[in-house]
């Protein structure tokens, strides 16, 4: 969805919610300079023209351990559209899985995973490559993590 009929304020709003959608309509509206109703009212529209998805909170995966990340790439054995909707339906199965992309290049598909250990990416792997026949599969563990966010970048 193009961004043309956001106003400066729509933009503020949107980069504050990213960073803390517990706050109240009325801290929310005194943080960019509205009343509590003109803030609601586009809030409320933001919501509804698909801007804000929706309202979530970020939990800890070391306290939940899914410490590790794990990203693993696929070629796939074939491209079809049975062969792709096998494949996508198996790895929306599996809850490790927490991004999933089809790429352009010499790799196909990239998946990021948490898990707890190898062991556990070890399931991961196998339900994979039970799943569908795969031409390559390899995998990258991440030792630090240096930036995350969840936060699309807003141009103000």
């Not at 509590?36 to 023209?49: P, S």
């Amino acid at each position: 969805m193009a961004d043309g009929g956001l106003d400066r304020i729509d933009r503020r709003i949107l980069e504050i919610v990213q960073e803390d959608a517990s706050l109240t309509v009325n801290e929310l509206a005194e943080a960019v300079a509205l009343s509590q109703n003109a803030c609601w009212r586009r809030l409320k529209r933001l919501e509804d023209e698909g801007y804000i998805l929706k309202r979530v909170a970020l939990v800890d995966p070391v306290k939940l351990g899914s410490a590790m990340v794990v990203f693993v790439t696929v070629r796939a054995a074939e491209h079809s559209d049975e062969w792709l909707a096998a494949f996508a339906g198996a790895v929306r199965t599996i809850p490790e899985v927490v991004e999933f992309y089809r790429m352009s290049g010499e790799v196909d598909y990239l998946l990021k995973l948490r898990v707890k250990d190898i062991a556990a990416y070890d399931g991961v792997y196998r339900r994979l490559i039970k799943a569908v026949r795969l031409l390559d599969i390899s995998s990258a563990f991440a030792m630090e993590e240096m930036k995350f966010t969840t936060a699309v970048p807003i141009a103000l």
